[in-house]
T-cell receptor, first 108, second 113 residues
Framework: AQRVTQPEKLLSVFKGAPVELKCNYSYSGSPELFWYVQYSRQRLQLLLRHISRESIKGFTADLNKGETSFHLKKPFAQEEDSAMYYCALAPRADKLIFGTGTRLQVFP | NAGVMQNPRHLVRRRGQEARLRCSPMKGHSHVYWYRQLPEEGLKFMVYLQKENIIDESGMPKERFSAEFPKEGPSILRIQQVVRGDSAAYFC???????????FGQGTRLTVV
């Protein structure tokens, strides 16, 4: 079965603390994985995708095929990082399977 | 480019009525996707359309739900005889041919009373 699991509904940290948003996937092939972010009252937007191996807004995510994970990390959280974060798996080029999302709250 | 436009943003329907949700993709995008987000759940894929074609409707409920993307005009997600369980946020996304990423609209929140 193709599935994305985000075990944490809510993650609260203080500004400057490290952040790790967990994502595990279930897929038998070679996955394409994404992180999407939704800031308050804004639309869902792509944050990063594993194939580009970029760092966006200080966030990085490494695909670990052995652990079937794609955790999102940032060494020093900022208040403006507060948002909903969704991990997504694309089993093929035109279909996204989303996790349930994690709300990140960064306190000053 | 105004981005993916969905309307209405909020829609209230009584049980048994019809709901029509519209999605105008970004300029140049020929692929449209509909997702549903139920309370406390993630976004669930419903249907993938190209102009005048339904490519994948594996996530659509078998009854009461239909979608179209005509040659001209927006994509429409139609829900007939709505029930309380249809209350959700419905998101549309579009992508260009060749699909690099999906661009999302702001969603339509449907409430069935």
């Amino acid at each position: 079965a193709q599935r994305v699991t985000q075990p944490e509904k809510l993650l609260s940290v203080f500004k400057g603390a490290p952040v790790e948003l967990k994502c595990n996937y279930s897929y038998s092939g070679s996955p394409e994985l994404f992180w999407y972010v939704q800031y308050s009252r804004q639309r869902l937007q792509l944050l990063l995708r594993h194939i580009s191996r970029e760092s966006i807004k200080g966030f990085t995510a490494d695909l670990n095929k052995g652990e079937t994970s794609f955790h999102l990390k940032k060494p020093f959280a900022q208040e403006e990082d507060s948002a909903m974060y969704y991990c997504a798996l694309a089993p093929r080029a035109d279909k996204l399977i989303f996790g349930t999302g994690t709300r990140l709250q960064v306190f000053p | 480019n105004a981005g993916v436009m969905q309307n209405p943003r909020h829609l209230v329907r009584r049980r048994g009525q019809e709901a029509r949700l519209r999605c105008s993709p970004m300029k140049g995008h020929s692929h449209v996707y509909w997702y549903r987000q139920l309370p406390e759940e993630g976004l669930k894929f419903m249907v993938y359309l190209q102009k005048e074609n339904i490519i994948d409707e594996s996530g659509m409920p078998k009854e009461r739900f239909s979608a179209e993307f005509p040659k001209e005009g927006p994509s429409i997600l139609r829900i007939q005889q709505v029930v309380r369980g249809d209350s959700a946020a419905y998101f549309c996304a579009s992508s260009p041919p060749g699909w690099t990423e999906a661009f999302f609209g702001q969603g339509t929140r449907l409430t069935v009373v």
